[in-house]
């Protein structure tokens, strides 16, 4: 534990002049550790709890045709954010992508827990799938509407529904499943907020269809068949680096799990980078996603664990290589108490309601 741990200052000075035109300008953290204040023309606009995940800020009122943005990044010991004791390095700093996104007024939402405004949830049933797109919009206007689109793994348009609702159904027939390594199919489903032909914003994400259970006897089940889980846990840091991976580094990490014939991750003991899901979608892996609620618990830290596993469902609801959402891991290390056992409940019947999965 010989390392830094405390306070450190960026900064940066952007021109209005530079920036593409739009009517909302937001921040985008793809990782800092393992707290942040944001500060924008010398005001405090910000502050966020938690190092592993997406968080944005809405600079726009506060930007001038010239402004200083601050971010100061701490990772100093405290009581109320995990993780604070574990067998891993607690680096500091911003060391994911930071993005400035431009938006219309007529936007997905931005502002829920870093989420990317849609939703997607498959059911599959005798070779046929149900697939429910849900999207968060802000300021819908008369005249607006939502094109809703699938694509193939070509990237051909397979389905569309034009609608104002904020809610699709689309029904697949013979559906080409996820099925692990074997075949890992992923679709595509991209929504548009279309005004007068003009596309006014756009999501999209990836999606697999697929159906699992766990079962105490045959152990787990991946469409319908016994699917061994084999595999190894993963951490994100490395030698001369620490957790400031580079795209071929995760690409390295997940060829040398395949090669070594793993079906399974469990993505210790945190929320992993995005690009490091994507791959695991595309490789067909079985991913446990935890929170770093970890060995010891902190009476103080009940919010910040709320606030981590409600990021950790909603940025990664789409990735059909997910399968378990890990609440907390070796807690009871220092023994277990009522309010130890009250924080499990709270995050397990909350993380039920957000995923019925």
């Known amino acids: ?50 190092g592993y995940s997406t ?6 009122d506060k930007l001038a045709e010239e402004t200083e943005i601050a ?23 911003i060391y994911r992508d930071v993005n400035l996104v431009c938006v219309n007024e ?26 429910e797109v849900e999207v968060f919009v802000k300021n819908l206007k008369e005249g607006q509407k939502l094109v809703y689109t699938i694509y193939d793994k070509e ?51 990836r999606f697999g269809c697929r159906s699992f259970e766990i079962d105490p006897n045959n152990g787990f089940i991946l469409n319908g068949e016994e699917y061994p889980l084999r595999g190894v846990s993963r951490h994100q840091d490395r030698w001369g680096i620490g957790n400031a991976l580079l795209p071929e580094h995760h690409e390295e990490d997940i060829d040398l799990i395949c090669e070594v014939g793993a079906t399974t991750i469990r993505l210790a003991h945190y929320q992993h980078d995005q ?36 990021e950790l469902v909603v940025q990664n609801y789409n990735h059909p290589s997910i399968v378990v959402w890990g609440l907390s891991n070796e807690i009871s290390i220092a023994g277990s108490d009522d309010d130890l056992l009250e ?6 019947d909350m993380v039920h309601e957000m995923d019925k999965t």
């Open 1 to 50: 534990n010989d390392y830094f741990r405390g306070s450190c200052l960026y900064s940066k000075t952007i021109k209005k002049a530079d920036l593409p035109e739009a009517d909302l300008y937001y921040l985008e953290f793809r990782g800092a550790n393992s707290s942040a204040d944001v500060y924008v023309g010398g005001e405090k606009l910000a502050h966020h709890d938690g």
């Open 55 to 60: 968080w944005r800020v809405n600079i726009t």
């Open 71 to 93: 971010v100061l990044v701490d990772n100093s010991p405290n009581e109320e954010v995990y993780p604070q004791m574990a067998d891993f390095t607690f680096y500091g700093g």
């Open 106 to 131: 007529t936007h997905f939402d931005l502002d829920y827990y870093g989420a990317p405004g849609l939703m997607i949830t498959p059911t599959v049933a005798d070779g046929d799938a149900t697939v």
């Open 155 to 205: 990237e051909q348009e397979l389905d569309k529904i034009e609608t104002t609702d904020t809610k699709a159904v689309f029904e697949m027939k013979n559906v080409h499943l996820w099925n692990g390594r074997k075949d890992p199919y992923l679709y595509c489903c991209e929504v548009e907020i279309m005004e007068a032909e003009q596309v006014i914003d756009n999501v999209c994400s």
């Open 275 to 310: 690009y490091f899901y994507d791959l695991c979608d595309e490789k067909g892996l079985v991913i446990w996603a935890e929170i770093p609620y970890i060995s010891k618990h902190m009476p103080t830290g009940r919010e910040n664990t709320i606030s981590q596993m409600k």
């Open 343 to 348: 924080n499990h409940r709270i995050l397990n």
